[in-house]
Each structure stands twice: as structure tokens, then as C-alpha cells.
């Protein structure tokens, strides 16, 4: 046996470790060289694991939410099995079709077997003699009475007396020997019924039915397990301030039909979003202290003239959030196709390492979920994010006359050890007056 160990490779950026997340094989497989082995997860990313070797594995290290140092034994594998599954091995006697499987129940195949030697006709019947003792010999607690009493009754009766509480015991029986047939359910419901049974017996057998019991334990593991730790540890440290302001869209949604209806034939529709992102790189210009990294090792804050948007991502996984580099250098078109980009790779859990680091604020958004305001957290260790609700056509005063229009509120949050109330309040009613008059937008 030739053996081969596979050690945690080094992924870079400083990590020392990585936590299994799930195994996609076990000792005893063969597998392929490339073939995904396993998940792992870093703090920054989750990363699938290719076999270096074809071969047949020997043992695996941890299981998942295990955390693994870089350096240490993950996989060990016999590089000489692919030559034994090639044919090395002497051919495998050919097995023997299995006997016809019996008809007949498991309980009565028993008592045939012990009836071996007797007469086919003795052999015959003791099948079903043992059959019916079997069900005599069962009390009714089948029916949940507790009585001892003898019931002879199908599965498919035994379950539909039990979905209307009927007890078993109590109905007489016309088939042979006594058996209850499903004429003898129905006229037993229907005289209960007739006497004016208490409903207490449909109603029990439907709150048994509809109640749910026991408890389901789910390990923290993944990617949940780093979105946990980093939610506590940006509300455990950071002070966060949350401003809300409102936004009249009406003009913006025009110039979006209208940019729609004219869009490049191979460019994707045109949200919101887009003309969010586009607008935010240029009030960051004026407002540095929002785009920003607080360094707290180095107790420096880190103010970036490049805006790298995180775009906030729900994924099959979890929360992710993919990053859409120099932002402010892209069209409209292009941040859109980006976005859309990005965000999709997330979901099917194909973004690279590089495309879930290294934002420098981020933007979220539930869609028609927005609600009306939210408080959302910080993706440290940026300080600022910003939030979209929904847009919603209300009545609002305009020049001092009634009429509908198109609103949604900004709801966003701040480190508010950088940046005061008044930074977050400026920076967000520059944001609202790009929005409310979106060819500003595009003005140098």
C-alpha cells in the first residue's frame, strides 16, 4: 500500500486554520484526482477542497465544525487501490439470485419456516392460522384504549377509527369471526353521531394530530457560524447610530422606464440599486469618513478614495456579501451587469476568495421585504452601511397640494465613534437630493 497524506493547505491571508463544514466522502471511497473531498470555511470564505491524488481514502481528520490547522493530516489515501479496482483483484463469485420474496406477512414467513417437514396443506394453512393469532394476541392499545379485548380489524380501518377517535373496542363487528369491516366504522361515527356523541373525541384526535411536540438541536457550524460571531462582535463593540430618511423616487422610477425601454439588448433591466450605488460614490467624495476600515489593532481609521461595494446577498448558505470593486469608476449599465454579477456567483456559492473581501461600505437591501425602516448592522470593520426599504406610492404634500408619489425610506447605520450625528444626517440628505433629482446623478 502506497499512502499519500493530504495536509490542510495554507489559504492565504494569515489563516491558521479552517473549520470542516461538510464531507462530501468517507474512508473506503475511491476518488478521482480534483474530485471535491470536503468544505471548509476560513473567516473569509468558504472553500471546497479537491482530492491532490486519485486513490482510495484511508482516514479523514474532523468533523464538521471542526476546526483544522493549517499544516495538519486532513485526508490519507492508498495511492495502489486504483490499480486493484482496475482488475488486480480475482473476480467475485457470482451471487445467486435471492428466493422469491413470500406474499405472505413477515410474522406468517416465520411460522412457515418452523413448519418445515409438515404436509403442503398443513404448511398452507398454518400461515394464516398464526396470522389471526397474531391479532388476537394483540390487545387493542393499537387504538390507544388500553383494553385487552380482541379486535380484528385492517391496518387501513385500525388508522381511520384512529383519525376520528373512535375506540375500536366499542364497534361490533360483521365480518367473519367477528373482523370489523369499514361498514361497521361507518355506522358506529353515524350513531354516535345520531346520539349526540360529544365532539370531544374529533376533537382530540385533531388537536393530538395538529400539535407539535420535541425539539430540533442545529450546530453552528460554517458560514452561519462566522455571521454569528461577527454580528455579536459589531454590536458588543460598536457604538452604532441609525438614521432614517425618506426619498421621493417619482422622477427616478421615470428615468428608469425610460432607460429600460431603450437599454443595450445584452444589458440586464435596470433596479433601484444601481442608480443607489452610482449616486452614493459621489456624496462619499464629499463625506471620506463613511468610507472607511477601522484598523482596531492598529487604532487607525482607514478612509479610502476607491469605494468598494458590499452588496448584502441572502444565499441558500446564509448572509453573504460580494464586493463590486471601484464603484465609482463604473456606467450605470456596467454597475448593473456587475451587481448582477456578483450577486448571483454568491447564491450558487461560486464567488471567489477576492469577491467577499475587501469592501469599504456596504448596501442592503430587502427589496418589496424592505418594510418601512430597519437598523441595519455594521459589516465591520467598515462603518458605515446603508439600507433600502421598500418604495411604496403614497399621498404626500407637494407645493402644498395632495398627490401620489413614489417613496422609499434610506435606513442606515453608523460607527458613531467616527463619524457624528450631524456627518451621518449631511451624508445621507446629500444622498436623498442626488435620488430626488437623479440627472444630477450624472453631472461631473
Known sequence: MSRYIFKM????????????????????????????????????????????????????????GDMVAVGSELVVFDTDATSAAAGD????????????VPLTPTPQRRVTDLAQGASSEAAGKQPVAAARQTTAASPAD??????????????????????????????????????????DIDSALAAGAAQGAPPSMNARANATRDARNGTEEVKIIGLRRVIAERLTESARSIPQYS??????????????KH??????????????????????????????????????????????SAVHVGIATQTPQGLKV??????????????????RRVS????????????????????????????????????????????????IERAVVVDGQIAVRLMMNLSSSFDHRFVDGYDCASMIQALKDLLEQPATIFID
Request: proline share 10%; charged share 20%.
Open 259 to 304: 432607460l429600460n425601454e431603450r437599454r443595450p439588448p445584452a444589458a440586464p433591466p435596470l433596479t433601484f440599486l444601481p442608480f443607489i450605488v452610482s449616486a452614493l460614490t459621489r456624496v462619499l467624495a464629499r463625506f471620506p469618513q463613511c468610507n472607511a476600515l477601522y484598523d482596531s489593532a492598529r487604532g487607525v481609521l482607514v478612509k479610502h
Open 89 to 100: 483483484a480475482p473476480a467475485a463469485k457470482t451471487p445467486s439470485p435471492p428466493p422469491p
Open 9 to 64: 493547505p495554507d489559504l492565504g491571508e494569515g489563516t491558521v486554520s479552517a473549520e470542516v463544514v461538510a464531507w462530501h466522502v468517507k474512508p473506503g471511497d475511491l476518488v478521482q484526482e480534483d474530485q471535491v473531498m470536503c468544505e471548509v470555511m476560513t473567516e473569509k470564505a468558504a472553500v471546497e477542497m479537491p482530492a491532490p491524488v486519485t486513490g482510495r481514502i484511508i482516514s479523514i481528520s474532523g468533523q464538521p
Open 344 to 391: 448571483e456567483a454568491a447564491r450558487a456559492n461560486k464567488s471567489p476568495r477576492e469577491e467577499l473581501t475587501g469592501s469599504t461600505i456596504t448596501v442592503t437591501s430587502l427589496g418589496k421585504l424592505g418594510g418601512i425602516a430597519s437598523t441595519p448592522m455594521i459589516n465591520m470593520p467598515e462603518v458605515s452601511i446603508i439600507g433600502i426599504n421598500k418604495a
Open 243 to 256: 438614521y432614517v430618511e425618506e426619498v421621493d423616487l417619482t422622477r427616478l422610477e421615470a428615468l428608469r
Open 142 to 183: 393499537a387504538n390507544g384504549t388500553g383494553s385487552h379485548k380482541r379486535v380484528m380489524a385492517s391496518p387501513a380501518s385500525r388508522r381511520r377509527a384512529a383519525e376520528a377517535g373512535l375506540d375500536l373496542t366499542t364497534v361490533m363487528g360483521t365480518g367473519s369471526g367477528g373482523r370489523i369491516e369499514p361498514g
Open 322 to 339: 460580494p464586493v463590486v470593486r471601484n464603484a465609482e469608476s463604473r456606467s450605470l449599465h456596467d454597475l448593473a451587469a456587475e451587481i
